[in-house]
Structures are given as structure tokens and as C-alpha cells.
């Protein structure tokens, strides 16, 4: 039987984005994936009360985090890795194809030849299949494309962290129209997450309420296999890149993204500071039209 880790999640209501804190409750060290760094668009200002809710129930818990962990360079929100990696004193990680986004956005935004596009602003590149401890629950990396180039899964135990694949049952799959990203290389992902256990606990990256309903973030790869309105039933590989595509048309650009892909590709920093101490963010006009 797998090992089940303690999962505690946390709703941030601006993004309609999930983070969370799983721990092994023998050793009580654990891990927190996809931390939010709020940001103000109107004011340009940015905040740590996410993160701070995190760290309070962290010490309130008594967990020792050994890991701060990203899905992918986020387009809704920006990552507060960074912040939580000082607090902490835990080193951060995410999927080693994360160079390829890094490489990707750096020609969108055209940044100056020395921003290093090498990974090197994490502590480690995750490889596919890698397989590390969080106190004794081994913690299994999936390479997860298609809503971006750079998409991993992390299942630690009966519970996987499945970042923006599937939303809930009720509102399907996430999007795959970004730069970079492949409906069919998200329909292969998607399969590769049906196929852990049905009991497997899988825990979404973001939920947006249908019909406005209470937010949520679990259901089990049985549920989603008999309920998710993209692939229950088992769909096929053409059918679902149909309906996904069709979608993807209709969807607006995340209101964050040309702001928050800029600074998670920085590993979750703000740009540098210029002459006159302020950092700057960086908008391509027109390229999105």
C-alpha cells in the first residue's frame, strides 16, 4: 500500500490558484508546492501573505520543510519559492525542460543576453522518473507536458500533485494554447496521470467555481476517470485535441501572464533593480493580439 502523505491546501482567491504543504507524518518533514506571491496589477506592489499563512501553519504544525517545489514557470500568478526558500533555509526545485521556457520567453521579452537561461536560478532540475525522499515517502517525478513545455507531476505516496493538467472533474482539463504548449502532448499526459492507482488522490493546480460552486482541489483518478467532462468514458487522443482546441480559441490570456511568466522564469525573483533602485516589468505590446 502506498505511503499517504498529510496534505494541507491553500486557496488564493485573486489567481483561482491551489498551493500546498504535505508532510510525512512519521518524520514530519515535508514539502510545499506551487507557492502564490500576491500581486496588486493595479498598484504594481507585491505581498507575502500566502506565503505567510504557509509559514504560520508550517510552525504551528511543527513540519520541517526539506523541499519548495514548482509544477512549471506559472502564467497566473508568481511563484514565492524564493521567499519561502529564506524563510525556511529549503532548497527549491522544479523540472529540468524548465530551460526550454527559459529560452523561449527570454526571445518574447527580449531579455539582455546575459539572463541565464541554464535552470541555475533553482537548486535542482527534476529529470523524469527521478524519484526523492520527503522523510520516508518517496516522492516520483512525472514529465507532464503540454500546458507547457516544462510541466512535471509530483506523486509522493497515494497523492499527486498534477499542477495545471486536470482541473476538477466538472470543469475538465486545463488549457494548452500557451507558447509553447500541445494539446497532444497534454492528452499523453493526461493519460499517464489516469493510469497511477484509482484511489490515487490527485490535488489541482487551480479550480474557477463552476455555476459558483465552493472552490476545490481533490478528487481521485477513479473520480476523474468516471466524472472529468474531457475524458470520461475514455476518449480518444482526436477527440479530446478537438475539444480542447475549440476551447482554447474562446480563452482569453491570463491576466497575469506577460507579468508573471517574466518573473517565474527568474525562479519567482522580481527583475533586477535599475539605476534608480526600482525593478521593472517588462510588457511585449502586440504580441498576443
Known sequence: MSVSPIVESFWDEPTGSWQYVFHDPKTMKGA??????????????????????????????????VWVL???????????????????????????HVVKVQKLWKDIYNLLDGFPTDGSQWDHLFRDGE???????????????????????????????????LMMPDSGTSRADF????????????????????????FVG?????????????????EHKAANIHLKGGVGEDA????????????????????????????GRLPEPEANGAAYLK?????FN
Open 131 to 165: 524519484v526523492f525522499l520527503v522523510g520516508t515517502i518517496p516522492v516520483r517525478v512525472m514529465f507532464s507536458p503540454g500546458h507547457t513545455m516544462a510541466s512535471i507531476t509530483y506523486v509522493a505516496g497515494d497523492a499527486a500533485f498534477v499542477h495545471d493538467t
Open 70 to 96: 514548482d509544477t512549471h514557470p506559472h502564467a497566473d500568478h508568481f511563484s514565492a519559492a524564493p521567499y519561502l526558500k529564506e524563510k525556511l533555509g529549503a532548497p527549491a526545485g522544479i523540472g529540468e
Open 206 to 222: 487551480h479550480d474557477y467555481r463552476p455555476d459558483g460552486r465552493e472552490a476545490r482541489c481533490e478528487a481521485t483518478v477513479g
Open 240 to 267: 479530446y485535441v478537438s475539444t480542447r482546441d475549440k476551447r482554447d480559441a474562446t480563452l482569453p490570456l491570463p491576466k497575469l501572464m506577460l507579468a508573471a511568466l517574466q518573473v517565474n522564469i527568474r525562479g
Open 32 to 65: 510545499i508546492v506551487d507557492p502564490v506571491l500576491d500581486f496588486d496589477p493595479g498598484s504594481a506592489s507585491t505581498g507575502t501573505g500566502n506565503a505567510d499563512a504557509i509559514l504560520d501553519y508550517v510552525e504551528q504544525a511543527g513540519i520541517e520543510i
Open 179 to 202: 507558447p509553447g504548449g500541445d494539446s497532444h502532448e497534454l492528452y499523453r499526459s493526461l493519460q499517464a496521470i489516469l493510469a497511477l492507482p484509482d484511489e490515487t488522490r490527485l
Open 283 to 287: 510588457i511585449p505590446l502586440n504580441r
